[in-house]
């Protein structure tokens, strides 16, 4: 018989009950088998009621990001066979609010993602006759690391700037502006700019790093942050030793 | 049909956890990111003790001579090596973070970390070593 763990999964009825409660499960905990395994063996098997977001499986379209045992993860790419003999805590992602059990409210980080413009801008478009805008690999290597983001959310959930203060724009959005500002054909940085030049924008971070830790694509928020701030930093000497600079 | 029907209208009842004020104690890595916003305290006494240092050398010997009495005490020796832990824990996470915040490209490839925080340390060694022999000469 194959080796079993205990899933300790929050629960959170709002129909039912006022605050989220704990419930445990125990789930085969086969050699291949990953968190959201064990999730699926349980609304399948034990409890069809439990609710949580996934589709894919396999670390492409983020929607799977709980918290495991503490820590922010992908629960498509997180080994239940590394949690033995367990139990394993798994709560939806912190500091967003919970909508049911697993599910959390998004909306805030799609009102952020949209507000720094995450799409090529062009001050000079040119018709469609010329053609496509050429890129080197070399370009394309500038900004190719933030663009592999799948919105999964964890930098947030590592975030404890966005825990305290819901304001703070967040690693993502942030990271993701970098990679629009650093695209070849992209012409929007100074618009961005006056977007994340505010307090909620870079500022706010302090550099605590873990985004960059438990991001499952390698974007690197917080390294994207601390470029953009000294980027924002030497515009602003620029503009104060040359007032005359056209901005 | 005159009565009004009865909806239940759905309206979702978020849940919103409280941030704990302890939220950095549970992990080590939150807490040593707290250690290292705390250790610019130490930075900043540093400072200050320098500068009451300039300011007892302005005063003359015997006013110097008392400063380094009140630097013996035990309290105060306590203090600066607390200090100097706080201070060189605060220079070393800082290197090591310096590549994320620099990446420097040669020829379109990204330089490897080590390389862009390894200047800051032989910058250090190299000032530590000047300011060691402009105390310990003759």
């Known amino acids: 018989m194959a080796e079993r763990i205990t899933l300790q999964v929050t629960r959170y009825r709002p129909e039912q009950e006022g605050r989220p409660t704990v ?44 918290m495991v045992n503490g820590e922010p993860k992908l629960t498509c790419a ?13 709560e939806p992602l912190q500091y967003f609010p919970v909508v049911r059990d697993l599910v959390i409210e998004m909306t805030d980080f799609m009102v952020k993602l949209k507000s720094i413009k995450p799409w090529i801008i062009r001050e000079d478009e040119k018709p469609l006759s010329e053609g496509e805008f050429l890129q080197t690999p070399e370009q394309l290597d500038n ?12 930098c947030y959930a590592a975030c404890p700037v966005y825990g305290l203060d819901q304001h703070f724009i967040g690693p993502a959005a942030i990271a993701l502006a970098q990679r629009y500002n650093m695209d070849s054909r992209d012409q929007g940085a100074n618009e961005r700019l006056d977007i ?44 104060f030793l040359m007032p005359w600079r056209a901005k | 049909m005159k009565e009004t029907p009865v909806y239940t209208e759905y309206h979702p009842r978020w849940y919103r956890a409280r941030v704990s004020t302890y939220w950095w104690i549970r992990q080590w890595k939150y807490l040593k990111f707290i250690l290292r916003e705390l250790s610019s305290l130490s ?18 010997p015997a006013s110097y001579a008392a400063f380094q009495e009140w630097l013996k005490s035990p309290i105060v020796m306590a203090l600066n090596v607390v200090s100097l832990l706080f201070v060189l824990f605060h220079t070393i996470t800082w290197f090591n973070l310096t590549p994320s915040a620099m990446p420097v ?34």
């Open chain 1, 23 to 66: 419930q445990e499960y125990e789930v085969p905990c086969e050699k291949e088998w990953v968190v959201l395994d064990g999730l699926n063996y349980i609304k399948d098997k034990l409890d069809g009621s439990l609710s949580y977001r996934w589709s894919c499986r396999m670390g492409v379209c983020g929607s799977c990001g709980m």
């Open chain 1, 78 to 90: 997180t080994f239940l066979s590394d949690y033995l003999p367990g139990p394993v805590r798994v």
């Open chain 1, 143 to 154: 900004y190719k690391q933030f663009s592999m983001c799948i919105n999964c959310m964890l």
């Open chain 1, 196 to 239: 994340l030049s505010q307090h909620e924008g870079i500022w706010g971070c302090t550099f605590v790093g873990e985004c960059t830790k438990v991001c499952p694509k390698n974007v690197d928020p917080a390294g994207a942050i601390q470029q953009y701030k000294l980027k924002a930093t030497k515009e602003w000497f620029k503009d």
């Open chain 2, 43 to 60: 930075v900043a006494y540093f400072v200050v003790l320098t500068l009451l240092q300039l300011r007892a050398l302005s005063r003359g």
């Open chain 2, 105 to 138: 490209r040669v020829r379109g490839k990204r330089l490897p970390d080590w390389m862009i925080a390894a200047p800051n340390y032989v910058a250090w060694l190299a000032l530590s070593a000047v300011i060691a022999w402009l105390i310990l000469r003759d």
